[in-house]
Nanobody
Framework: QVQLVESGGGLVQAGGSLRLSCAAS????????MGWFRQAPGKEREFVAGIKWSGASTYYADSVKGRFTISRDNAKNTVYLQMTSLKPEDTAVYYCAADSTIYGSIVYLSQYEYEYWGQGTQVTVTS
């Protein structure tokens, strides 16, 4: 089984920054793509950012492009989401996820391509 544990969420004022971390264990982390999703109250879970197994390719939702950066450290089995210029509309529970395709050739945008999920970490941005 794969375990994903997020950390780094919290309360921040608009314009501030946070860095989320997701530590993975249970399988060879470096072989699989990773993604960050978020879910705000009353809304569906949405894709935020994704990164290929190698780290060579990334993809972002339009709403966060230019403000968020996804990265990974395969030696530490950890994926990160650096969030800057935060807005109140970024308030949500953020989840990291691991996709199910070994050495996948693309970054997956659909949550249904992701096999394992963390428990989520709350990010609250105040105005």
């Amino acid at each position: 089984q794969v375990q994903l544990v997020e950390s780094g969420g919290g309360l921040v004022q608009a314009g501030g920054s946070l860095r989320l971390s997701c530590a993975a264990s249970g399988r060879t982390f470096s072989r699989y793509g990773m993604g960050w999703f978020r879910q705000a109250p009353g809304k569906e879970r949405e894709f935020v950012a994704g990164i290929k197994w190698s780290g060579a390719s990334t993809y972002y939702a339009d709403s966060v492009k230019g403000r968020f950066t996804i990265s990974r450290d395969n030696a530490k089995n950890t994926v990160y989401l650096q969030m800057t210029s935060l807005k109140p509309e970024d308030t949500a529970v953020y989840y990291c996820a691991a996709d199910s395709t070994i050495y996948g050739s693309i970054v997956y945008l659909s949550q249904y391509e992701y096999e394992y999920w963390g428990q989520g970490t709350q990010v609250t941005v105040t105005s």
